[in-house]
């Protein structure tokens, strides 16, 4: 028979849980909820622009690995993964950001991941010092992917947001050097979520020292890489690096969930400094962070084919230049350097969200939802992230729609108090 707890016993459960639970804020899709709930929206078909979740098909070589490979399940996977996986992403990042040969170690360099997501949440837990006084920094670009700042609460570390500038990232260069003496971890994203900037491989250098003057991690999370116009690849951290001759301080995040469209596979990798990796790999040994073997056996194929992510930064580009052609007359978009996301500037971002979605159906992000009033600016309340993830089809009608509304309900009368 299951114990009913007396109230007083309730309480005593619910205050022996880590205090540090309380300091973290609702998820942005949490507040999305809130901010729609008692909304009854127009009587059309839902169109979703709110997350950034591809649901382009999944590459049939993937799925067909997972199938072929499915008896994988009667063996519990390593946290090292498989060798010929290292090896596979070893080979792809030395091909992708020009390493010099052997530069990157599949034996010493790279573990794989249960998505980078994880990887990201989990390095702050096992990189940073637990109960120092005062509490170490960890730096993070504002805008933000919310697991950075969550990451560093849990730790017990005290987040310190970069406002991103007109150019959609950080000015690293004003930042006080007490503020780098006490960064423990930094947290950079290129291209960035919501505002799809890159980081120069200049900067990246700049950053590289930067991390080796003051002996913080720098965590370089990279999972939109592969989705940028044509001809145009970003720079990654790992180019920087072997520009070093060293990959000291520094670990590059990957994921194919973006790259190959299988968020469903949680599937990435961590690469660079041999020592953070092999302290990395002990941490997430008692974690059980393992990836099950025939995802890795899905992984290997997806890191080996590029055909199928020159079709998908095909389809984005499609789907931005639809969104030039649709919203410039009545909100002007910018095609990012990468990433799938438009960050538009529309007024008070929680007003448009809920009145584009009562009167046409279409759901998007208020761009307050992904930053924090920092250093005297909040850098996303008066813009939305829209995040072309659908469909052609399907973008194009939400996008029509949103077109539609902004005709009949201008930004100035939707803004008003």
């Not at 010092?129 to 504002?142: D, S």
């Not at 979605?357 to 939305?384: N, T």
């Amino acid at each position: 028979m299951t114990a009913i707890l007396a109230p007083e016993s309730l309480l005593m459960t619910k205050n022996s849980m880590n205090p540090l639970l309380g300091t973290l804020q609702a998820y942005p899709f949490e507040r999305l909820r809130t901010l729609l709930a008692g909304v009854t929206p127009a009587d059309k078909e839902l169109i979703d622009f709110s997350i950034g979740e591809p649901r382009h098909p999944a590459p049939a070589i993937v799925s067909e690995a997972i199938i072929e490979h499915l008896h994988g399940l009667a063996e519990y996977p390593k946290v090292l993964g498989d060798l010929r996986l290292r090896q596979a992403i070893a080979d792809w990042a030395t091909r992708r950001f020009a390493l010099p040969a052997g530069f990157l170690d599949p034996e010493r360099h790279v573990i794989p991941a249960n998505g980078s997501r994880e990887a990201l949440f989990s390095i702050a837990q096992a990189a940073l010092p637990p109960c120092q006084t005062p509490k170490p920094l960890v730096l993070l670009p504002n805008p933000f992917y919310q697991i950075y700042e969550g990451a560093a609460l849990l730790a017990g570390a005290e987040p310190y947001y970069l406002n991103c500038d007109a150019s959609g990232q950080p000015d690293f260069l004003v930042v006080e050097e007490s503020v780098w003496a006490r960064c423990a971890l930094l947290y950079i994203n290129s291209p960035h979520n919501p505002t799809g900037a890159t980081l120069p491989l200049e900067t990246l250098g700049w950053l590289i020292r930067k991390a080796r003057q003051h002996s913080f991690v720098l965590a370089a999370d990279e999972c939109y890489s592969e989705l940028y116009p044509e001809g145009d690849a970003p720079a990654g951290i790992l180019e920087a690096a072997a520009a070093t001759g060293s990959l000291a301080q520094m670990l590059a995040f990957h994921s194919l969930s973006k790259r190959s469209s299988i968020p469903g596979a949680r599937s990435g990798f961590v690469a660079g400094d041999a020592d953070i990796l092999k302290a990395f790999v002990r941490y997430r040994t008692y974690l059980g962070a393992a990836t099950p073997p025939f995802i890795q056996a899905a992984a290997i194929a997806a890191w080996q084919d590029e055909q199928h992510v020159q079709h998908t930064r095909a389809d984005y580009a499609r789907k931005f230049a639809a969104a030039h052609d649709i919203l410039d007359a009545v909100l002007p978009v910018e095609t990012p350097a990468g990433g799938f996301y438009l960050w538009p500037r529309v007024g008070d971002g929680e007003a448009f969200v809920r009145a584009l979605y009562e009167a046409e159906h279409v759901r998007c992000l208020p761009g307050a939802y992904l930053a924090r009033d920092a250093h005297g600016v909040h850098p996303g309340k008066d813009r939305v992230r829209i995040a072309l993830v659908g469909s052609l089809e399907d973008c194009v009608e939400g996008l029509q729609r949103m077109r539609h509304f902004m005709e009949q309900h201008p930004i100035s009368t939707i803004n008003k108090p």
